[in-house]
């Protein structure tokens, strides 16, 4: 299973993907579109990770999660 963090601020939202490196580098980071993110967690393959950077809070979805909290902090195309 894949995890994309999605991080919502005042100024907007963004999905990114972390990928691991071997030790000695940083970790590397890719930001994604909002529609290659709703094709995989529409076939299962995806779990989203809501960070909310004004009060610290997570939130963990994935295929199997409500659907009022999946339109709720991802959105219609996520159904």
């Known amino acids: 299973m894949n995890i994309v963090h999605k991080h919502i601020s005042y100024k907007g939202h963004y999905f990114v993907r ?4 071997i030790k000695h580098h940083k970790n ?6 909002e529609e290659t ?10 779990t989203v990770l809501v960070h ?3 009060t610290e809070r997570t939130i963990s979805l994935d ?3 409500e659907r009022a909290d999946i339109k709720k902090y991802l959105g219609e195309k996520f159904l």
């Open 28 to 33: 590397k980071i890719r930001y994604l579109r």
């Open 37 to 46: 993110v709703a094709k995989s967690f529409k076939r299962g393959d995806l």
């Open 18 to 21: 972390e990928y691991e490196t």
């Open 52 to 54: 909310f950077e004004d």
């Open 63 to 65: 295929n199997f999660s």
